[in-house]
């Protein structure tokens, strides 16, 4: 907490001494650890983290994760993080950019990783989240879907399951929904 203070007067002492010059700007808890978060990441190889608004925001960020094992082998999948004001409270909101056929991103983008919802704690980060969802490509959870029609599949058919996947990442339309091209 003091070394919050400390930030705090070097801030104003700073902007006080500026006089005329661009003011800077206010650092909150939840950008402290945010910038904590991601200067300590250990992405994997199959992993990139790209600043879309520039360094300066780190709030507004994507992770792109190339699967190099299981079903989704050699697609790319992009993810936006939205960091809500009061992180680390309150979990980062994740979406996929691209439509994929999988139990548990739905057809809007919308992920199903217990850390986001009701298993988040303060006391994870951003690393542990890009590693949930590396996870969820190796080992795709046909118990808690958010696609149901892809658990089913993976559950009762998972040689049919395969092969829809690989149709599906080559683009265009399965069971009449259209699907990006992530190969």
């Known amino acids: 907490m003091i070394n919050l203070f400390k930030v705090k007067e070097k801030q104003k002492e700073a902007a006080e001494n500026a ?9 909150t808890a939840s ?3 945010l910038h904590r ?4 990441l250990t ?6 983290i790209e600043f879309p608004n520039g360094k300066d925001d780190l709030m507004h960020f994507e992770v792109t994760i190339k699967p190099d094992e299981g079903y989704y082998t050699d697609g790319t999948f992009p993810f936006t993080f939205e960091i809500p004001i009061l992180y680390p409270h309150d979990a980062p909101k994740v979406k ?3 439509k994929v056929y999988h139990p548990n991103i739905d057809l809007e983008g919308n992920v199903c990783l217990n850390i986001l919802r009701e298993d988040w704690k303060p006391v994870l980060n951003i690393n542990a989240v890009i590693y949930g969802l590396i996870h969820l490509f190796t080992e795709p959870n046909h118990e808690d879907p958010l696609n149901h029609e892809a658990a089913e599949e ?3 058919k998972p040689k049919s399951f395969e092969q829809t996947v690989g149709r ?3 683009g265009g339309h399965v069971h009449d929904v259209y699907f990006d091209r992530v190969l």
């Open 31 to 33: 950008k402290l650890r």
């Open 37 to 40: 978060d991601i200067s300590e």
């Open 168 to 170: 599906t990442m080559w």
């Open 43 to 48: 992405l994997p190889p199959i992993c990139t």
């Open 96 to 98: 996929c950019k691209v």
């Open 154 to 156: 993976l559950r009762d």
């Open 19 to 27: 006089e005329g010059k661009q003011q800077i700007k206010e650092q």
